[in-house]
């Protein structure tokens, strides 16, 4: 892991950390309202890249598919497309990774994807890819895609242990995966204890830290118990009682995260991820207190 350093860059980072940033696909003309406000809102931070996610199943291909095209065509970001294979066939998921290429997109976020609701267990589609290493192949063959996995600190919940969920990992970086992106967690100690067994089991590739800003405490929690994230209590006792008090839940929300980032950053950690749940002043904050900041322009540079 690098040591990050005290040089402010070009772009207004200090300590040279990176981040990257995750959108979901509007379904509204007002929610792609709010998208857009929110990807202008974090452009100038300079992103390593920003990730559009897709809905369960791919419900929300074409959104997927059309925001990326607008990131690509209208901004200066690189954009990372998630795609998932559950629930469709492989000449179809292949397409769209074509489409992708011939697009220009160049990183791909691969997935498994959730299962359907009212589906009790992950079944591969008949004639689809099996798993997520599965789909990572299939992308690095037909082009030669960055391709981003996903990681568990503390384990997929369809994993029986901790060695079954890191075989996963290592197939995936076998397949040609070049980065992971964890789950969002909230105990740095898990996410530490999780890299020792990857490195542990030689695989080397930057395991990403994810962040998620808990604006709305019972919605995390709902996420958190879905995918087996652990939230401590002291987490759920700093918001007690701000259930009707949205203002000082974002002032909650902004200490905790720009805590847990910083604490990382000063044990070396130089990447982040935030699934921004399309809340870009939150995340704002987080990066200026960061340090990451917008370049300044040269008039603004020279006042006094």
């Not at 929690?221 to 987490?235: L, Q, S």
Request: proline share 6%; hydrophobic share 40%; net charge neutral.
């Amino acid at each position: 892991m690098l040591i990050a350093s005290n040089k402010s860059t070009s772009n207004g980072r200090a300590n040279g950390l990176n981040v990257s940033f995750e959108f979901f696909p509007p379904r509204t003309d007002k929610m792609e309202e709010s998208l857009w406000k929110s990807i202008r809102r974090l452009e100038p931070l300079s992103p390593h890249f920003i990730s559009v996610t897709y809905g369960a199943g791919g419900s929300t291909r074409e959104r997927t598919h059309g925001t990326v095209a607008r990131i690509l065509k209208e901004t200066n970001l690189t954009p990372a497309a998630h795609l998932t294979c559950v629930g469709s066939p492989r000449d179809e998921i292949d397409a769209i990774i074509k489409g992708y290429w011939n697009l220009g997109v160049r990183h791909i976020v691969a997935l498994r994807g959730d299962v359907p609701e009212g589906v009790s267990a992950y079944a591969p589609h008949p004639k689809g890819y099996v798993n997520s290493a599965d789909l990572v192949a299939g992308i690095k063959d037909i082009a030669d895609f960055e391709v981003s996995v996903s990681a568990y600190p503390e384990k997929h919940p369809d994993s029986a242990d901790f060695e079954a969920d890191i075989d996963m990992l290592q197939a995936k970086v076998d397949a040609g995966a070049t980065r992971a992106i964890t789950q969002f967690f909230f105990d740095n100690d898990l996410y530490f204890r999780y890299l020792d067994r990857v490195r542990a089991r030689g695989i080397e590739i930057p395991i990403t830290p994810g962040f998620i800003p808990i604006l709305n405490f019972h919605q995390v929690a709902k996420f958190a118990g879905a995918c087996g994230t652990h939230v401590p209590g002291r987490i759920a006792r700093q918001y007690e009682g701000l259930d009707d008090d949205p203002e000082t839940r974002k002032l909650v929300a902004a200490t905790i995260a720009a805590e847990q980032v910083s604490d990382l950053a000063a044990q070396g950690v130089d990447e982040f991820h935030f699934y921004t749940l399309n809340k870009a002043d939150l995340i704002f904050a987080i990066c200026h207190l960061l340090g990451i900041r917008p370049k300044l322009s040269a008039k603004k540079g020279a006042m006094k």
